[in-house]
């Protein structure tokens, strides 16, 4: 239905040649701007919902004291449905560890939290379908899993900044909302979330729309294709600084892709974008020293590279 | 009264703030409004999502913000 609107709108009103690039281009444009603002508005306010009965309190007491695996897995879940902010990056991650979370089990929820994220889903299913959007998220929670298996082992507890060990932290009570409670919250963090990201989907879309009417097919098969061994680790650098425009992000690598850039390179592409970013490195630094801070960024970065390979090479 | 408002300074944190101080002056309220930003100050309540609105020593609620309409009722 919505294609036949775009078609209707570009092709009919305007009265632009299907077969014109500009024509093309428009309506793809049309097109997937609807497609994902419609997405976005129906699963940002469901999503919202459900996260209003898991308030990071109640994810703190379910993780306090778990062992490793067990812990890392059910945090890399808790992850998804947590609502999570990098503003409130710190008091999180101080409330978990004195609490008794072990510090693998805390990165494991760190990583999750920001990378499986509604927007990047959404975005996902709705340009790429949603089996790609299920590989991001197997491969995603994968990721924060292993990564903080890893950085548990590592035993980094005395690179935590000492002034989080002696923090006296206060159990407050969690706060029941009722539906009624929920349904506004779930509005007002729909309309917060849309009125900040729309301008990056309407950019995004339209470059991918541009990208997807005029470069010509197999323009990147060169530099971004499968055969060539450094676009992965490349495509994570370049991901690093695009933090948290997932959205304005995710259109424009969909054009590249269909111009000939690798899934593996996709996929590596987008997990850089969402779990790494330069203001949460510089808000968590707060709470860790350097040698933590770095090997985290280390080991995420690598498993990320390792994800963008493995897909490049089965897909 | 007192109304603290917890954050660390994000933009919901400020949003949170100006929200309560126009509650309290629509209501003509005596209620004392107080930002807190000290992490330390932050973590004693046990809040672990900012902005959050304490009352008097309790938690109200965290990791929302509110209208002013809303905070007028809890006043």
Redo the contacts between chains.
């Keep these: 239905m919505l294609k036949q609107f775009a078609d209707y709108l570009v092709f009919t009103l305007f009265s632009l040649q299907p077969s014109s690039r500009s024509g093309e281009a428009l309506d793809f444009f049309i097109y997937d701007t609807l497609k994902i603002f419609l997405l976005l508005t129906v699963i940002i306010f469901v999503v919202a919902i459900i996260r209003s009965s898991f308030p990071p309190e109640r994810t703190k007491r379910l993780l306090s004291h778990k062992r490793e695996y067990v812990g890392n897995i059910l945090a890399a879940l808790l992850g998804i449905v947590t609502p999570f902010c990098s503003c409130s990056a710190v008091p999180l991650f101080i409330g978990f560890v004195e609490s008794g979370v072990p510090l693998g089990v805390t990165f494991s929820f760190l990583i999750s939290s920001p990378m499986v994220n509604e927007v990047a889903l959404i975005m996902l299913w709705g340009l790429f379908g949603w089996k790609l959007a299920l590989i991001y998220i197997g491969t995603g929670l994968l990721v924060a899993i292993v990564a903080g298996i890893v950085i548990g082992k590592l035993k980094m507890e005395r690179y935590v900044q000492d002034y989080v060990w002696e923090m006296q932290v206060g159990n407050c009570e969690i706060t029941v909302m009722t539906f009624r409670e929920k349904l506004d919250y779930a509005r007002e963090y729909t309309l917060g979330l849309l009125q900040k990201i729309w301008p990056y989907v309407v950019v995004g879309v339209g470059l991918g729309a541009f990208i997807h009417g005029y470069v010509p097919a197999d323009f990147l098969v060169k530099w971004a294709g499968r055969d060539n061994p450094f676009a992965v680790p490349v495509a994570v650098a370049l991901g690093v600084p695009l933090y948290s425009n997932a959205a304005g992000v995710i259109p424009i690598v969909q054009a590249l892709m269909e111009k000939g850039m690798a899934i593996g390179t996709v996929l590596a592409f987008m997990m850089a974008v969402t779990a790494l970013s330069l203001p949460e490195a510089i808000i968590l630094k707060n709470v860790l020293k350097t040698r933590l801070l770095a090997t985290f960024f280390g080991i995420v970065a690598t498993a990320i590279v390792i994800v963008g390979y493995l897909f490049n090479a089965i897909l | 009264m007192k109304i603290e408002v917890l954050g660390?300074?994000?933009?919901?944190?400020k949003t949170l703030y100006d929200a309560v101080q126009s509650a309290v002056k629509e209501k003509g309220s005596e209620a004392e409004v107080v930002k807190v930003e000290e992490?330390?100050k932050?973590?004693?309540?046990?809040?672990?999502?900012?902005p959050a609105l304490v009352i008097d020593g309790k938690?109200?609620?965290?990791?929302?913000?509110a209208t002013s309409a809303e905070i007028q009722r809890l006043l």
């Design positions: 660390t300074g994000c933009a919901k944190c992490i330390s932050i973590m004693k309540y046990g809040v672990m999502s900012t938690v109200i609620f965290s990791g929302k913000t």
